[in-house]
Each structure stands twice: as C-alpha cells, then as structure tokens.
C-alpha cells in the first residue's frame, strides 16, 4: 500500500511546482519591461486566472491611462504587448 501511496502523494505536489516556476518566470520577465509595462503587469497579474483573456485584461487597464492622457496610444500598445508575453507565464 506504501508504494502506491507515496508516488501518488508526490504527484498531488507537482501543480503547486509548477505553479511556482510559472510565477517566478513571470517575474523575472516583468523586471525586464519598461516602466509602462511593469504598471500594466502589476495591475493585470493579481487578476490573472486560467480563464483570463490577456488581450481584453490589458486593454481593460490600458484604455483608461490612454483616454486620461497618462501614457500615448503607442506606448500602450508596445507596454501592453511586452506585458502580455510575461502574464502569458501566468496561465
């Protein structure tokens, strides 16, 4: 019983490891964005699920800055591609 048992607990285990190594890649990609791309990350990435749409959450946080005159339609375009590549680690 001890044999199955043990393979079993340690498969149970390897989501949450995985999980992990996702958000630490996550990470370690948004150090890499400019600075528009960090404040689109952090506010998308708390919402992140598996069933986000990337697209719809960036632009739902994006349009506002532009429409408000915080950030060019450009830059948030180039912030919103760069920032969509690393909460792609999130899924």
Do not use: H, N, W
Request: with cysteine; charged share 20%; net charge positive.
């Amino acid at each position: 019983m001890r044999r199955i048992l043990l393979p079993l607990l340690c498969l149970s285990f390897l989501p949450a490891v995985a999980q992990a190594a996702d958000q630490a890649a996550a990470t370690a990609c948004s150090a890499q964005l400019s600075k528009d791309g960090q404040l689109l990350y952090s506010k998308v990435a708390p919402t992140m699920t598996p069933q986000t749409d990337i697209k719809d959450a960036l632009t739902s946080v994006a349009r506002p800055m532009v429409m408000g005159g915080s950030m060019s339609r450009d830059t948030a375009r180039a912030a919103a591609e760069a920032a969509g590549e690393c909460l792609k680690f999130l899924k």
